[in-house]
């Protein structure tokens, strides 16, 4: 269902959708092989999508994942961090508001 959400016709359903793939994972944490599938899934199907539109909700679904700082680390730091060198301004547009964003509300966060 989560997946049918992420590539909903409707733009606010597919943001908000994008929200929930840290809670799924935690909802698989005891089950690693599930969490990697599923975290495979998503970076075939949005990390490296053809449309910039996908890639940013890979954005916006690692936004919600670096709460989560091993869980983070672990499947999406390096990948999001990659996307700095995408050829689409949306794309690093969304990923530098979505850095701000992290860092100014979370200095006392995982990552402080």
Known sequence: MFFKFCVDQVAKVNESASKSLAFILERFADDKQK????????????LEAKT????????????????????????FKAELLGLVVDPVSNVRLTLAKVLRHHFLNQSNGPFA
């Open 35 to 46: 969490q990697s599938i599923i975290v495979k899934v998503v970076k075939k199907n949005f």
């Open 52 to 75: 910039f539109k996908k890639r940013q909700l890979f954005v916006l679904m690692c936004s919600e994942a670096m709460m989560k700082k091993e869980l983070f680390e672990s499947y």
